[in-house]
């Protein structure tokens, strides 16, 4: 079984599409999200019917949840930045329309899958233990150990931090995916867009079970 695994989408489409395209080159049984997927656009619509197509496996970050469940009318703004982001927030949810919308708030926080040498995956966006706290690459093993959870897995799969790392501990192998549409690799001051989209290739034998993370440029210079 060979699973793609993409985290962070935040709705561009510019990124999925490059994602996807070289994935192409092998065939995939599963595409697994793991949370942030629309917000804040600017292809929210877009990216929600491309994942459906694909048939992606996907479970609520917290811009999904906020998004699904927030009115932004109900939110009192303290300050520009805060406004722009609540309008930013009204023009998606117009966008996307309450058939999605309905499907953002029916979205799992976890999802799990067997693995084929007897162990399990679990796809969550920031930690087993809390959907507020990220497995983060800057972590000591005893803070990463602490967010898994009384119930983890073999191998924990999420996102959340931007940053995509591989760590085992003890028996347990964490794979953050960094992010396919906001990662911060190869930034300068002030450049927003971003260079590059993480990914990962998980594949699951009998023998064992492979992870290799990859990343797709999406820009020249």
Known sequence: MLYLCV??????????????ATAERRNIHKLLVAGDIVFPGPD????????QAAGAVMVAGLTDEALARI??????AKTADEESRLQIMRDVQFELGELVLQQLRCLPREVRFPLEDGGELLLVHASPASPYDALSHDLSEDELGALMGDEGADV???GMSHVPF?????????????????????????DREPRVAHACWIESTPAGTTIEPFWVPLRDE
């Open 156 to 158: 924990i799969v999420c």
């Open 7 to 20: 985290s962070d989408i935040h709705g561009r489409l510019d990124a999925l599409a490059a994602v996807l």
């Open 71 to 76: 009115d932004p009318d109900d939110v009192v």
């Open 166 to 190: 591989v760590v085992e501990i003890g028996t347990q192998r964490i794979v953050n995916l960094g992010s396919v549409g906001d990662a911060p690799d190869g930034r300068g001051p002030g």
């Open 44 to 51: 929210a619509l877009e990216v929600w019917r491309r994942l």
